[in-house]
């Protein structure tokens, strides 16, 4: 890597030339590659889409992290689309191979949540 490994710097325009051509040219490719990834790909997650929750009703929902990275649990959720009027809500305590969510609400709800860890 470039900053690793950085050539002997004698006088101030080898200096220059380092820090324009080598360290820039560096630098522009690694913020390209930053800024296409998403939102999704920034932490370790999984999404569970269309999820009918019922009033007054707890579902409970595989954790899909037991396959990939055994004995972790989400650390939070993020609701990215929701159908109906209520308010969701942790319901039971999570597990190593189930996540709960509760609607409280007197109306139903049909959601998409992203678990993150």
Avoid: C
């Avoid at 296409?36 to 569970?48: A, E, H, P, Y």
């Avoid at 009918?52 to 989400?74: D, H, L, R, T």
């Amino acid at each position: 890597m470039i900053i690793r490994t950085p050539p002997k710097i004698t006088n101030k325009e080898s200096l220059l030339k380092y820090i324009e051509i080598d360290l820039w040219s560096w630098l522009k490719d690694l913020s390209t590659g930053i800024l296409k990834i998403n939102f999704q790909q920034n932490f370790q997650s999984f999404t569970v889409e269309n999820l009918k929750i019922e009033a007054g009703a707890e579902v409970s929902i595989s954790n899909q992290f037991k396959n990939v990275y055994p004995g972790s649990i989400p650390s939070g959720r993020i609701i990215v689309r929701q159908k109906g009027d209520a308010n969701i809500i942790d319901g039971s305590k999570w597990t190593e191979s189930h996540l709960y969510l509760m609607n409280p609400s007197a109306n139903d709800a049909v959601i998409s949540v992203l678990f993150y860890k």
